[in-house]
């Protein structure tokens, strides 16, 4: 079974500081990663997705995140944070031998300071 | 192209009545998912339906149930509502491949009074 852990439900950084968020996975087939982020009364919406052709992966709104076998980690990053992503992220695996059924962390919640 | 549709965006509702939810999907997209949001349990897998049967489903009560159209179009049914079915109903359309992205509806906001 797939399961995903998010380290840190509340995360606060300075605006222009790095952003870090951290996701780490579980899986017993080579899994499929998703970064997803909820703005207030929205659903989710997709930032990345990593489906094993690199290891870096490039999103929207300057995100990235690497995919590390050897740690079981996709961590997400953001080198300078802007007040617009103050929001919540997900992290999310897809079943490769279950199609249709993701598996979501229970999410951070991103606070950028002034 | 249009985006996934949740109606209705704000529902209350008393105790021990039922509710439906109405999700119409991205056009092309053949597999919907629904989620219960809380602030306490976070985002919970309720099923998801693909070319109109039941392929996956979550650790919910039988109260909850859904059925998905052949247009794709899906319902949620809630029956014999509980306060602690208060929460942010999502719903997601995805090609439904494993390594296809989910896209989400601005959700249903059910109260249960």
């Known amino acids: 079974a797939q399961s995903v852990t998010q380290l840190g439900s509340h995360v606060s950084v300075s605006e222009g500081a790095l952003v870090l968020l951290r996701c780490n996975y579980s899986s017993s087939v080579p899994p499929y990663l998703f970064w997803y982020v909820q703005y207030p009364n929205q659903g989710l919406q997709l930032l990345l997705k990593y489906t094993s052709a690199a290891t870096l992966v490039k999103g929207i709104n300057g995100f990235e995140a690497e995919f590390k076998k050897s740690e079981t980690s996709f961590h997400l990053t953001k080198p300078s944070a802007h007040m617009s992503d103050a929001a919540e992220y997900f992290c999310a695996v897809s079943d490769p031998t279950n199609a249709g059924k993701s598996t979501f962390g229970d999410g951070t919640t991103l606070t950028v300071k002034p | 192209k249009a985006g996934v549709t949740q109606t209705p965006r704000y529902l209350i509702k008393t105790r021990g009545q039922q509710v439906t939810l109405s999700c119409s999907p991205i056009?092309?997209?053949?597999?919907v998912s629904w989620y219960q949001q809380t602030p306490g349990q976070g985002l919970q897998f309720l099923f998801e339906?693909?070319?109109?049967?039941?392929?996956n489903k979550g650790n919910f009560p039988g109260r909850f149930s859904g059925r998905q159209f052949s247009n794709s179009r899906s319902e949620m049914n809630v029956s014999t509502l509980e306060l602690g079915d208060s929460a942010l109903y999502l719903c997601a359309s995805s090609l439904g491949g494993y390594n296809t992205e989910a896209f989400f509806g601005q959700g249903t906001r059910l109260t249960v009074v």
């Open positions: 056009s092309g997209h053949r597999s």
């Open positions: 339906y693909f070319s109109e049967t039941q392929r």
